[in-house]
Nanobody, 124 residues
């Protein structure tokens, strides 16, 4: 079991940056989990954004964010980060942190654990 809490969302102008954080707690060691970020606009499906393996040795990104977003983790702090640069209004939505012991299940969109989400709004 793991509990996930996102933070760092907010309002930013186009071209700006935000860093999201996902803090984990629970009985199982955080470093046992692969962690990812997803986003979901109202009325749309939840989309994969980025993921990182338990060790941090491998990452994946959606094509729409490659070169702009960077996912990283600090297992000592039980936290995963999503650095978002060059933001556009199309990035406006709720961002969710997710975790799963299986990386393949995570990036397929079916992780066992989800956070509550944090709103990101990019103004033009």
């Amino acid at each position: 079991q793991v509990q996930l809490v996102e933070s760092g969302g907010g309002l930013v102008q186009a071209g700006g940056s935000l860093r999201l954080s996902c803090a984990a707690s629970g009985r199982r060691t955080f470093s046992s989990y692969a962690v990812g970020w997803f986003r979901q606009a109202p009325g749309k499906e939840r989309d994969f954004v980025a993921a990182i393996t338990w060790s941090g040795g491998s990452t994946d990104y959606a094509d729409s964010v490659k070169g702009r977003f960077t996912i990283s983790r600090d297992n000592a702090k039980n936290t995963v980060y999503l650095q978002m640069n060059s933001l556009t209004p199309e990035d406006t939505t709720v961002y969710y942190c997710a975790a799963d012991a299986r990386y393949t299940r995570l990036i397929a969109g079916g992780p066992n654990y989800w956070g509550q989400g944090t709103q990101v709004t990019v103004s033009s």
